[in-house]
């Protein structure tokens, strides 16, 4: 939330027009984050209750519901299936008289209203002083980011109360007056969650000693109070269990994201497991303690509490999906002397928390011990790695600012909200970069394969419809030459090996390496053919949703062959890997020859000599023939491709203004502004 606030503006003069537009543009940002929040709240309702009632809140049921672990008059652990404390166990203990779907109700809207609460103190615990801006939109945006959150997602939907800890934290660090108040809350948290005691140390040596006898104190009575209440699971579960560890599902479980759970799914085992274990979490404990410490001395006192429950995830021994709500507090924190590094760390965060490890990292089994802990990882970097900045930084407020060119004539104005930025003429973040064109990319994924019903099967005879009509429309153009090519092609063994290989080789392997090299000789230019390109397949997505169309080899009867596959059984294809990855009637238009039109383009474009724009375009050339000598598209395909390309430039200038070409332009533009003119470089000579 308040990495968005880069620095400080001085003030515009009240009633001139630029200040007026500026605030009623943040009161229309502000009513359009809080209507969000409202959505994902009532999304979330219908979806918890609007599921079958065996399958919703089942962490609820297993404790309260008619046959719960609350209900029986022995051990609450003699299943392992209530992983709360004692003492959680008699705090829900009334909760078993309720009806059943009143309970249900009551807690979800409970739980959604904790949320609240939890953003609302959030926004107010931030650093001060913060802008007029960061102050209206801090409280939605909190929200909006804990409603989307994967823990919030899992609590409500299991009917867990992993919230509650995390906020009673929070109402003893921030809202409460007195130590000992706030000692009590964060003492009845440890509780409900023993790792929480890790905060004592952080009050101890930030000078809130009171507070952390009195969190010490609660936490005593209460377990104390459960053991006297009930003596049997007390010692089941804080002697036989070790503080819980062993209870609920599998340790080396994906859902368990602790070094516990890491060094399981590593393979390792048995005393020489647990005394690594013992040895890293002792290292994590101290090393976050001692940065949380620093932080709250710096008056960051929000870091410091997110970096100590970043460390509690690490320590503890099983620590589940809907415990893992102090790494999105981390967000706070600010990374990065330069503004345009300032987004990396809060939008890392953000997609941990929200998405699913498969969209954050391709599925590579090298990639396997990455992805089953990134959440892990990124409570680790919080509490021990990552360079958050000092409010005595020089860059904490004033982060050095991103170069612009001129800005360009104002296009679209009309559209309200939408942003115009100038032309940027420094390189992006590689890591963001790299970070959003894996996510971009998995959500088209997604997308694609979700056009026809996510089947091969499904929206086949649609599919085949729309076929016939491409087919019937290139015969009136006298295009139709799929047919006579492919067997053409299939006579010349060594030309269908080329475009076999050329077909499956180069669709991904030539835009990558032309963003490569852009990116490193040519910024300017990346940025402009990196927004053209996302245009272009995002206006490709809209095609395969409203057009699903079989391409050529997906037709028997017309005869085609299917060099890259082989012959099929349409019941049960077989095209490899990607069979169940990949929607095989998202044809229209063809990314193929989009993608390779985009890199013959660019190419023309930026290349300095003649030979090296030629021989860019000839890879469009060949892509063109390799997808209808293979069977996977028609003519019109391409068409449809290169006019989606064609679009996706347009929207790029419509929405930039022209590519800045010559650095004489630029340092024309730092004179204009008044700014220090930006030396020539290499990626501003002419293209």
Known sequence: MANAEHSERPAEPFGTTAAGTARARLRAARLALWLIAAVLAVRQVAVVLGTPRSERLTDLETWVGPDGVLHVNGSLYDSTRFTGTPFGGLVLKPLTRAAEQALGWGWTFGTLLLVVALGLIAARALPQPVSRRTSLLAAPVAIVLLMLS????????????SIIPVLLVLLGCFVVRGQRTGGTLIGLAAALQPTVLLFVPLLWLTGRRRAALSTGATFTASTLLAWAAMPHDSSTYWVHHLAGAGLGGEADALANQSLHGALLRLGLSGPPEIALFLVLGVAVAVLGVRRAVRYARDGQLLLAVAVTGCAAIAVSPTTWQHQLLWVLLAVVGRVGRRASDRYVWPVAVVLVMTLPTKMLLPDMPSLYPLRDNVVLLAALAAATAVPFLSRTSEHYRAPVPT????????????????????????????????????????????????????????????????????????RVLR??????????????????????????????????????????????????????????????????????????????????????????????????????????????????????LWCGLVIAVVAPRWWMKALGLLHPFFTVSAIVATGNHWVLDAAGGAAVVLAGFGLAYALQGPRVRTAAVTRAAAVADERPAVPAARDRTPG
């Open 403 to 474: 170069e612009y060119a001129a800005p360009a004539p104002a296009r679209w104005t009309w559209v309200p909200l939408l942003p115009f930025p100038r032309r940027v003429l420094t390189r992006p973040n590689l890591l963001l970069e790299l970070l959003l064109i894996r996510v971009t990319y998995a959500a088209y994924q997604r997308v694609r394969l979700a056009a026809t019903g996510g089947t091969i099967s499904g929206g086949r005879d649609r599919a085949e419809a729309h076929g016939h009509q491409i087919l019937d429309m290139e």
């Open 150 to 161: 994967l823990p919030v997602r899992a609590t409500l939907w299991l009917g867990q109360t």
């Open 479 to 596: 295009i139709d030459v799929e047919r006579t090519v492919n067997h053409w092609v299939v006579g010349v063994d060594w030309l269908r090996e080329f475009f076999d290989f050329y077909y499956t080789s180069f669709h991904f392997a030539v835009p990558l390496s032309v963003l490569a090299v852009l990116y490193w000789r040519r910024p300017v230019d990346y940025r402009w053919a990196r927004s053209s390109l996302g245009f272009a397949t995002l206006l490709a997505l809209v095609g395969f949703w409203l057009y699903p169309l079989a391409p050529p080899r997906l037709m028997p009867e017309l005869g085609i062959i299917d060099t890259v596959h082989g012959v099929q059984d349409f019941s049960r294809p077989d095209y490899g890997t990607l069979t169940a990855l990949t929607n095989q009637y998202a044809a229209m238009p063809s990314l193929h020859f989009g993608w390779s």
